[in-house]
């Protein structure tokens, strides 16, 4: 059974650039939520891609922007790096419907901005 | 808006000890509380979750209590062994609809052989 998979593992950008990152989810999940977690924190909400769309959005600036393809992988996009980007940027996988809850993260991406 | 409140944030006990980490929530409209383990380099690992409708769940060495009148849980490590040593986070639900995951600051936990 897969669990969630994200690339690259680490990424060195310079202030200014623009940065991919990807995740692939869980066998048999349907939803991708995107998290930052700077060091020493807890994650820390991003947004959510359900059915192709964003469906729930965190406090975060438009320069963050993300999609959903058809077979529920996602990407995460950031424009005009700051270096205050730099954190691990974690992708977790659920189950929309029936009320399941459970948020299975993957090992996240490291990006260093400088 | 929406905080959870973590403590403490480091904690140490011997092996063999119990390890118990307490958090707090701001919504009342949480119904969700699920406990993160997260060991270096790696991302956040699912130990134990608890939903509002219940108030104590076990599963084998850990267990989890939630109050709602109060508005805080616990998560309790016994017979604590040295890989138990990790980051714990624990997080709140305030979406059923999506499950945004509100996160606290987290607890460094050392099990000292």
């Known amino acids: 059974d897969a669990g969630v998979t994200q690339s690259p593992t680490h990424l060195i950008k310079t202030r200014g650039q623009q940065v991919t990152l990807r995740c692939s989810p869980k066998?048999?999940?349907?939803?991708v939520s995107w998290y930052q977690q700077a060091l020493g924190q807890g994650p820390q909400f991003i947004f959510q891609?359900?059915?192709?769309?964003?469906?729930q959005r965190g406090n975060f600036p438009d320069r963050f922007s993300g999609h959903q393809f058809p077979n529920y992988s996602s990407e995460l996009n950031v424009n005009a790096l700051l270096l205050g980007d730099s954190a691990l940027y974690l992708c977790?996988?659920?189950?929309?419907?029936?009320?399941?809850?459970?948020?299975?993260f993957g090992p996240g991406t490291r990006l260093t901005v400088t | 808006g929406e905080n959870v409140e973590q403590h403490p944030s480091t904690l140490s006990v011997q092996e063999g000890d119990s390890a118990v980490i307490k958090c707090t929530y701001s919504?009342?409209?949480?119904?969700?509380f699920p406990w993160y383990k997260q060991e270096l380099g790696k991302g956040p690992q699912l130990i134990i979750d608890?939903?509002?409708?219940?108030g104590e769940k076990k599963d084998q060495r850990i267990a989890v209590t939630l109050n709602k009148t109060a508005k805080h849980f616990s998560l309790h490590i016994t017979e604590t062994q040295p890989e138990d040593s990790a980051v714990y986070f624990c997080?709140?639900?305030?979406?059923?609809?999506?499950?945004?995951?509100?996160f606290g600051q987290g607890t460094t936990l050392q099990v000292k052989p």
């Open positions: 977790a996988s659920s189950l929309t419907g029936q009320g399941v809850y459970e948020q299975y």
């Open positions: 066998s048999g999940h349907d939803t």
């Open positions: 891609y359900y059915e192709e769309e964003e469906r």
């Open positions: 919504d009342s409209a949480s119904n969700y």
């Open positions: 608890i939903r509002s409708n219940v």
């Open positions: 997080a709140a639900s305030t979406s059923s609809n999506t499950g945004k995951l509100i």
